[in-house]
């Protein structure tokens, strides 16, 4: 069982960061693949970036690569998301999740673990 707790988001103006923290009980979080998702209204959630077990591997979306890096401390049991450059359109829920699988973290089928997600809202 893994419980997942994101904070850090907020209100932040257009070009401006905020980093997202995810941290992760249970002793088993450096076998997980990890993700950072995210639903705007009247949309689906969506695939922001994922990290693999060791931390070297990451994907991302083509709308946030460049301006977004995950990142992961297994010593602390915790995933960041560091945004840059925001933009309006990057405003959403911002969801952590975790599965052994990479397959399923990269394509958001069957995830096992999800957090209850961060409100990240940018204006213009």
């Known amino acids: 069982q893994v419980q997942l707790v994101e904070s850090g988001g907020g209100l932040v103006q257009a070009g401006g960061s905020l980093r997202l923290s995810c941290a992760a009980s249970g002793r088993t979080f450096s076998t997980y693949a990890m993700g950072w998702f995210r639903q705007a209204p009247g949309k689906e959630r969506e695939f922001v970036a994922a990290?693999?077990?060791?931390?070297?591997?990451?994907s991302y979306s083509e709308s946030v690569k460049g301006r977004f890096t995950i990142s992961r401390d297994n010593a602390k049991n915790t995933v960041y998301l560091q945004m840059n450059s925001l933009k309006p359109e990057d405003t959403a829920v911002y969801y952590c999740?975790?599965?052994?699988?990479?397959?399923?973290?990269?394509?958001?089928?069957?995830?096992?673990?999800w957090g209850r997600g961060t409100q990240v809202t940018v204006s213009s």
């Open positions: 990290i693999k077990w060791g931390g070297r591997n990451t």
């Open positions: 999740a975790a599965d052994p699988s990479w397959v399923k973290i990269a394509t958001i089928e069957g995830v096992d673990y």
